[in-house]
């Protein structure tokens, strides 16, 4: 679809579709690019190249999942958690990774691939808002969604890419363990409440 | 360790949960997740205990004795015993047995679990019974 309307300094279609995808990855950035592209003052020039200038140090954030993936430091995730995930989630997270453990108990600091798949999930299921976060004694990272005393979702993030999970709504029970990827994928998830 | 005798109905256990099994002040299952060292028994302490003299058979003697092992600030929530056991897991309830060892007299464990997915919902309902309790205790 062509939006190109050059006499007005509007993007051209290719341009405004690069300044879609990279404001899904940077939200920061949003208000700063919505200026851009509603301003009717700005000629085209002007819009591309400072798009572009944008676009260069923004290229890397493209492929959130890749970046997480890629990522072998705890810092990293948080870092990417926060710009491009959620602040409250990554906040929570910060935390939890600071708070004491005794490994004479067995206990264990927050575990990095847990931290990543529980931040892929979120990732791919568009979560924003953040659900009861905590982590096991091996520390491991639990999700837990409660809307009402009926709703329930808890998902347990294991480092072999794999989860436990339990559902409890009205027409769902069910606890079980799958691969990370299925789990994401799944059709039968019920959406994830709000924090109360 | 011999599993030992089960504890009275009417007592109250008190289970350790870390920093990191409370959040906005609700704990979760994550705060009753076993541990390969747990061979299926969840570490508690017997609030009852009748290895103590009397006056600390009560929930500020038992937090005065987790506060002893505890290498740092964290919550403990309380539970009673005769709740745990409503609490099925293959078809069989759990239990919550005597454990003491020299260093801790009042160490009991609830057993009936098995380390498997479907545990994820009995140490839910473990969790529900804290919650509702209402008494989340921060040790420190």
Known sequence: MSTANPAIGYPTEGSFEWFDVTTRFFKRMKTDLNMLSCSSSKTLCDFQEQAESMRDSLKDWSDIEGLLSRSSELEELLAIARQAISTEIAERLTVMRDQPFNPEEGEEPLNIESTRSFLLFCLRRGIEHRPIITATPHGLVQADWRGGKSNRVTVRFFPESKVWFSIRTPSLRKTSELPLKEFWESQSLPPFPELE | MA??????????????????????????????????????????????????????????????RLRAISHYPQYAVFLQVDDIRKIMRDNRPLDVLEAHTKRTKCHCAIVGMQDTPEDLETQGELADLANDAGRIVLVS
């Open chain 2, 3 to 64: 599993d030992k005798d089960p504890l009275p109905n009417g007592h109250q256990i008190a289970r350790l949960c870390g920093t990191r099994g409370v959040d906005n002040g609700i704990v979760t299952s994550a705060a009753f997740a076993l541990r390969p060292k747990d061979e299926c028994r969840l570490s508690a302490d017997w609030v009852q205990c009748s290895y103590v003299g009397l006056e600390q058979q009560n929930i500020s003697g038992c937090s005065d």
